[in-house]
């Protein structure tokens, strides 16, 4: 788990260099490393964390003379529009429900006076719960 | 006829949904109302599987051996499809729900600022608020919902998110969409699936608000609802601003007394066990 989680971490790092690279010609693997200045990083393991990305479609490459040169697929804001949407378009409306659980999805601003309404109900109410365990521990003290 | 006890059953038990989401008081004890939901589910499935063996099984004056035969050999082609259907639904169901994930975590994974092992926060001025369940499970913030929500609210989300995957409830979910999408369309009801959505929504609920209290959650329900009702979010799938509604309201609602719950604990072994009995029943007479 700790490696992987830290091979998560290392994709996320290269992916934005890539995406910090404004000349927008590609980086090569050793350019890619020598950015990577924080971490002590084989030459292979770039290799390796590049031609992940390429297989997850993320990034593209191109041969320039011996080597390769990768490009960010996408931007980063078009990555980030895509998480923030629900999974996969060829899921169904009950399967994406099931696939991810979003806490609140859908609202019609019509009905926001509906949900003030009934939260106005629970304000003045107060933490119920909360009050209770305040007695609670007042008696038995 | 015996067969067509069971018949009746799974008609009945296929009725009952339209029943049950009319219950709203069920809400109230989420668990039991989802045991009930769940054992009436199975009931129907199971009554529809029996229907062959049964037919088949049933000794019975008939006008001819040809109509016997004729009659076990639907009976069996049924239970047949039935089951069928629900596995290979079932698998494929399960196997795109998987897929999405994984495919959607690795997004996260690369978009999201790493925040902890399993908390992802998405570069956007949306907010929003999810989890992925499964093997692997993330919980996906939004940098908006960061600035937008004050601590206490904050930590009531993440506590309803850690709730969804500390007790699988994606399992539920997955186990009524495969009924649901195995059903046939003129007989199932997409209110059923709202309700369990919603079921599954209000025991989370109750987790974060053992946590942080209604008040915190609720404020961060209402703030997220603006929020996203004023930036169009995610059109689609889920609870809906009815559900919003609905969610607060129960906040104020106090846990069920156990008698409460015991006795829709009953109801859910009852519907497990009385079409069997009645079958058993209508066999010894």
Known sequence: ?141 | MIAGLLLLCAAALLGAPHLLVRLEGMRHSPRAALVVWQALSLSAVLCLLAVGPVALIQPRPWPSPAAQLAVAVIAAFASVAVLLRLLMNGHHVGRRIRAARSEHRDLVDLVGRHEGARTRVLPSHRPGAYCLPGAGPRVVLTEATLAALPEDQLAAVVAHEEAHLRERHDLILEFFTVLHTSTPRLLRTDTALREVALLVEVLADRAAREEVGEVALGRAIVALAEAAGLADLTPGAGAGAGAAVARIRLLAVDDPTPVRSLALYTVGVAVLVLPPALTALAAAS
């Open chain 1, 1 to 141: 788990m700790p490696k992987n989680a830290s091979l998560g971490g290392l994709e996320r790092a290269v992916m934005d260099i890539l995406w910090a690279d404004e000349a927008g010609d590609g980086l090569s693997v050793r350019e890619v490393l020598d950015r990577l200045t924080d971490r002590d990083l084989a030459y292979t393991t770039v290799m390796t964390v590049l031609s992940r990305l390429e297989t997850k479609g993320v990034t593209t490459r191109e041969k320039h003379g011996r080597s390769w040169r990768y490009h960010p697929s996408s931007t980063r804001e078009s990555l980030t529009a895509e998480a923030m949407r629900s999974p996969l378009d060829d899921l169904s409306g009950e399967e994406r429900q099931a696939a991810i659980l979003h806490f609140l999805t859908e609202a019609s601003p019509d009905d926001l006076a509906a949900v003030r309404e009934a939260m106005a109900a629970v304000e003045t109410k107060g933490d119920r719960s909360r009050r209770r365990r305040g007695r609670g521990e007042d008696s038995a003290g």
